[in-house]
């Protein structure tokens, strides 16, 4: 499967923008996704996972209740929407599978090395 995350751009603070994560080579509802962002000289972290099975989703804290992710089965996009941006929200946000092919989050879904088939990323920038 591959994987083109897309939608990001300059966003004034308290402003909304929504990524799109499109999939192609395989169905995503086989997979569990991850989104996950990297700001300028800091480390790649988790802002989300969504199992395909359960419907189950998991939300970093920074960004519960703000960012809400869904699944378009039909178009094969997972969605990621922003709201009540912040500056600290400036990162490449990047999405990807969960390794071997498997539909669930783990508890601990943060790790990055849990994913696979990462798409380029798209650059979010909260900036007035």
């Known amino acids: 499967v591959q994987l083109q995350a897309s939608g990001g751009g300059l966003v004034q603070p308290g402003g909304s923008v929504r990524l799109s994560c499109a999939a192609s080579?395989?169905?995503?509802?086989?997979?569990?996704i991850g989104w996950f962002r990297q700001a300028p000289g800091k480390e790649r972290e988790g802002v989300s996972c969504?199992?395909?099975?359960?419907?189950?989703?998991y939300y970093a804290d920074s960004v519960k209740g703000r960012f809400t992710v869904s699944r378009d089965n039909v178009t094969n996009t997972v969605y990621l929407e922003m709201n009540s941006l912040k500056p600290e929200d400036t990162a490449v946000y990047y999405c990807g599978t969960r390794a071997n092919r498997s539909p669930r989050c783990k508890t601990k879904w943060t790790l990055v090395a849990d994913y696979a088939n990462w798409g380029q990323g798209t650059l979010v920038t909260v900036s007035s």
């Open positions: 969504s199992s395909a099975m359960d419907g189950g989703i």
């Open positions: 080579g395989d169905s995503l509802k086989y997979y569990g």
